[in-house]
């Protein structure tokens, strides 16, 4: 018996995708493993997410040459070193209330004689997946988002890479603000979770973090910096997430636009903030938005490993016919978790116990 396996990145694209899909691809294709099997698989990569399914017209040639790429263990060999996706990605919502397409990615799925399918992503394309496998249709989710904010995992693919860009980009602004006596405030990407944010910020050792599970309140950062510079010390680093709110304040939005999952695209809290400091203590004070760069690049070692495991991970669960899960990192292990208990619930910072909310930092005692 012969399987067909579609595979299909959706969200923002990250680090750590390409290389899932080389190891889904690999370890069901495995010819060692195939001997020991009694199926073997067809392996089909889907371009530019749920957009690739709704869109294909399985009876136009052209069509499938467009969405549809039979992979195989040689053309995907080198695709873990790569970051962003190779299949391509989109925020494509096919069950999109005002503009719903789910009949036609169903009977597409069935058309293409899809018999089962690999979604990598965050809340919304898991969310997408978790749809059609309540339709029945066998899905198998990999999480991905360089927020981290998927729920029932410790780890999603692209969070390490984007901690490391943040860390990075940092080590590089402190010469500058150094040499200027500046203030800089860094804004990360974390619409709603600050896990990006803080790690980035404790990994390099900013003087004050702003997460979105925390409403700050401006004075109290001036107080904060004032306090600083009576030490002496001429430069401050503030990292701050894009979702992050003053005290009495909505997130801060880049323009009027929401996506087909209804998300608005944020930004601009720290030229505000930056502004704020400038006008209530008179420090000169600059921002950066690190935006994009957090996703782009090669993944980190700690991705390309992640992603090998998760890929096996997934191949295993469709071997095993383990449906409607996604695969997760808990306590440390590769497990799986219903897909039902990841979707419409973030995993946020506790800020009990990450954060410390006199200082505006990661907490100093962890035991
Ligand atoms: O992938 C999630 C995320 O990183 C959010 O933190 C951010 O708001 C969003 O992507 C921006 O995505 P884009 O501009 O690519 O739509």
Same mark, same amino acid.
């Given at each position: 018996m012969?399987l067909?396996?579609?595979?299909l990145?959706?969200? $923002?694209?990250?680090p750590?995708?390409?290389g899932?899909v080389?190891?889904?691809?690999?370890?069901?294709?495995?010819? !060692?493993? =195939?001997?020991?099997?009694? =199926?073997?698989?067809?392996?089909i990569?889907?371009?530019?997410?749920?957009k690739?399914?709704?869109?294909?017209?399985?009876d136009?040639?052209?069509?499938?040459?467009r969405?549809?790429?039979?992979l195989? @263990?040689?053309?995907?060999?080198?695709?873990?070193?790569?970051? *962003?996706t190779?299949?391509?990605?989109s925020?494509?919502?096919?069950?999109?209330? !005002?503009?719903?397409?789910?009949?036609?990615?169903?009977?597409?799925?069935?058309?293409l004689g899809?018999d089962? #399918?690999?979604?990598l992503?965050?809340?919304?394309t898991?969310?997408?997946?978790?749809?059609?496998?309540k339709? $029945?249709i066998?899905?198998?989710?990999?999480?991905?988002?360089i927020?981290?904010?998927? /729920?029932?995992?410790?780890y999603?693919l692209?969070?390490? /890479?984007?901690?490391?860009?943040i860390?990075e980009e940092?080590?590089?602004?402190?010469t500058?603000?150094?040499s200027?006596?500046?203030i800089f405030v860094?804004?990360?990407?974390?619409?709603?979770? *600050?896990?990006?944010?803080l790690?980035?910020?404790?990994?390099?050792?900013a003087?004050i973090? &702003?997460?979105?599970?925390?409403h700050?309140?401006?004075?109290?950062?001036?107080?904060? #910096?004032?306090?600083?510079?009576g030490r002496e010390?001429?430069y401050?680093i503030?990292v701050?997430?894009e979702?992050?709110?003053p005290?009495?304040?909505?997130?801060?939005l880049?323009?009027?636009?929401?996506?087909e999952? $209804?998300h608005p695209?944020?930004? $601009?809290?720290?030229?505000?903030?930056?502004g704020e400091?400038e006008?209530q203590?008179g420090?000169e004070?600059?921002?950066?938005? &690190?935006?994009?760069?957090?996703?782009?690049?090669?993944?980190s070692?700690?991705d390309?490993?992640?992603?090998?495991?998760f890929g096996?991970?997934?191949?295993?669960?469709?071997?095993?016919?383990?449906?409607g899960?996604m695969?997760?990192?808990?306590?440390?292990?590769?497990?799986s978790?219903?897909? !039902? @208990?990841?979707?419409? !619930?973030?995993?946020?910072?506790d800020v009990?116990k990450?954060?410390?909310?006199?200082?505006?930092n990661?907490?100093?005692?962890?035991m």
């Open positions: 012969k067909k396996i579609a595979i990145t959706g969200g $923002g694209d990250c750590g995708l390409n899932a080389k190891w889904v691809t690999k370890s069901v294709l495995d010819p !060692k493993l =195939v001997e020991k099997r009694s =199926v073997s698989f067809e392996v990569g889907v371009a530019d997410g749920w690739g399914l709704v869109e294909v017209d399985p136009d040639p052209k069509s499938c040459d969405y549809l790429k039979r195989d @263990e040689e053309i995907v060999r080198t695709w873990d070193r790569y970051g *962003g190779n299949l391509g990605t925020r494509t919502n096919p069950f999109n209330p !005002k503009n719903d397409r789910s009949e036609k990615l169903i009977d597409n799925i069935k058309k899809i089962a #399918l690999v979604a992503g965050g809340e919304d898991l969310g997408v997946a978790y749809k059609l496998h339709l $029945g066998k899905t198998v989710g990999i999480p991905k988002t927020d981290n904010d998927l /729920t029932g995992t410790e999603s692209g969070f390490d /890479t984007a901690v490391n860009v860390m940092i080590d590089r602004l402190r500058t603000a150094g200027h006596g500046r860094v804004e990360t990407m974390g619409r709603h979770a *600050g896990w990006l944010a790690h980035g910020g404790e990994c390099s050792g003087y973090i &702003l997460i979105p599970e925390h700050f309140d401006m004075g109290k950062v001036c107080e904060l #910096l004032r306090e600083r510079r010390i001429k401050s503030i701050i997430s979702g992050a709110k005290s009495g304040q909505h997130e801060f880049r323009n009027g636009k929401v996506d999952f $209804g695209s944020l930004g $601009g809290i720290a030229s505000y903030v930056a400091i006008k203590t420090f004070s600059r921002h950066l938005i &690190l935006s994009h760069l957090q996703r782009g690049g090669s993944p070692a700690h390309r490993l992640m992603a090998r495991w096996i991970a997934a191949a295993d669960m469709i071997i095993n016919e383990d449906f899960r695969v997760s990192l808990v306590r440390g292990e590769i497990t978790v219903p897909m !039902k @208990e990841v979707i419409n !619930k973030l995993k946020l910072v009990e990450y954060y410390d909310t006199e200082r505006y990661g907490r100093r005692s962890i």
